[in-house]
């Protein structure tokens, strides 16, 4: 394996086999990757809400799955990815406070990962595997060589989507 990229909290990056990216403590956000299986060119970002138009101090634009995903998508094309061929991989989305009531703070995992479903839909891009909801952290890996995504969470054995 070549080196591993980090991608921060509402943060984005991009990498090539036999490289790999990788990004820490995903709890309610989403660490959603794109990938196109023929020039192993692959990208991260994550996000940390839906919706980046319901916000008034919104210039993160990796902070928002809306505006993330767009950029992502323009920067993982611009390092030689075939848009049509792209597919996605989706993890995190945890609910990890419990909210009395229907909270939307509590919900906000839940709606990110819903965030990821109607962008990538209106972009075209296949979503081939999830691993999100639930209550605990995850870690998550794209090796670019294989497409793999690897999710750790502590405790876990480490699962391959």
Known sequence: MGEMVKVGMADLNICK????????????????????????VGGMVHYMLPDSTKVRNNSNIAKFGDTGIRELLRRVTAAGANRNRLVAKIAGGARMFEVSGLSDVGNIGARNA??????????????????????????????????????????KPVKII
């Open 17 to 40: 086999a036999p490289d790999a990216i990788t990004t820490l403590g995903l709890g309610s956000c989403i660490g959603l990757t794109l990938y196109d299986p023929v020039t192993k």
């Open 114 to 155: 819903e965030a990821a479903k109607v962008i990538l839909k209106e972009l075209g891009i296949r979503l081939i595997a999830e691993d999100t909801g639930l209550n605990y952290g995850r870690t998550v890996e794209l090796h670019c060589e294989t497409g793999e995504f690897y999710i750790k969470a502590v405790g």
